[in-house]
């Protein structure tokens, strides 16, 4: 069965108050990972992937997120006037790489509702979604992962990873029977359960590719963990279906959204750039002694 991935939504509503004061002013999508804005690497895995329109999910305050991805035509100017050729392809790449369409979710009541207030950009097509706190550094895109399983199959498919036993309460929680490749098939997935109920310690990492359907799953919830309505209690209805895969994600994940994580993935980014390596590794070494 094939349903190709022509668009992603990327839910951008949140506040951001884990980097107050810095998400005071920028979204903290926006936040640069080295010099790069963490939601673009986000869109660039999913432009890897085969996507083609990028589904923004904004709140108020979030226009920077769609003025970077537009033309910048004072700063081109500026660029090409100095023969700054290198950087002005580099800006110019960013607006013409994708097709975004930005939508408003009007409350912030949980990460299904973000991902409903995309149904009429996304229509009626399979769609991916991936979350920008989630950065997958992997040769083979993360979403491109979930995307093959998902056309050979005809099923949705999450993204899961192995994490400690102390810390499955903050995340939702998946387990089923295993399948080739170290996969399985989703019997029951639980949103940030407490240790002692955790149904393993395959954690739900932020990417899931969807069938249309899922909206109307969505509609339907009543609010979960939090007060909010959860996504994963829509992917709870698809595993009770049949129709939900586990896809053990091949790539090294770094938790943006956490201080100490996005710290991190600032390092190891920094570590695989030429300029910026053997610097960074001396000084490291300093710091250590």
């Known amino acids: 069965m094939n349903h190709p991935l022509r668009k992603v939504v990327v839910p951008a509503a949140g506040l ?22 963490a939601i ?37 100017d500026q660029l090409q006037r100095k023969g700054k050729k290198e950087l ?21 009541l949980g990460l299904g509702h973000a991902v409903l207030a995309a149904r009429h950009a996304v229509g009626l097509e399979w769609f991916g979604v991936l979350l920008g706190d989630d950065l997958v550094d992997a040769e083979d895109p993360a979403i491109g992962q979930l995307v093959r399983l998902s056309q ?23 387990a089923g029977r295993a399948i080739d490749g170290g996969h399985i098939e989703v019997e029951r997935i639980v949103e940030k359960p407490p240790r002692d109920r955790a149904p393993s310690t395959l954690a739900v990492i932020g990417r899931y590719v969807l069938p249309p359907d899922v909206f109307d799953v969505l509609a339907r919830l009543q609010p979960g963990a939090g007060g909010e309505i959860q ?18 994600l091949q790539g090294t994940r770094h938790d943006a959204g956490d201080r100490l994580g996005y710290v991190q993935a600032n390092v190891a980014y920094a570590l695989k750039r030429s300029d910026l390596r053997e610097p960074l590794l ?6 250590v002694k």
């Open 282 to 287: 001396a000084w490291l070494r300093e710091v």
């Open 16 to 37: 951001g108050t884990r980097f107050l004061p810095a998400t005071k002013a920028v979204p903290k999508e926006m936040l640069p990972i080295v010099d790069t804005p």
């Open 231 to 248: 996504l994963t209690d829509a992917l709870a209805v698809l595993a009770q279906q049949k129709r939900l895969l586990g896809v053990r």
């Open 88 to 108: 002005f392809e580099q800006v110019r790449r960013i607006s013409d790489s994708v097709r975004l369409v930005s939508v408003r979710q009007k409350e912030p």
């Open 40 to 76: 673009q690497l986000i869109v660039e895995e999913a432009l890897a992937a085969g996507a083609e329109e990028v589904v923004v999910v904004n709140g108020r305050g979030k226009g920077a997120i769609e003025d970077h991805f537009d033309r910048a035509y004072e700063l081109e």
């Open 152 to 174: 050979k199959t005809g099923k949705a498919a999450v993204a899961l990873m192995p994490v400690p036993e102390t810390q499955v309460h903050l995340y939702g929680v998946a």
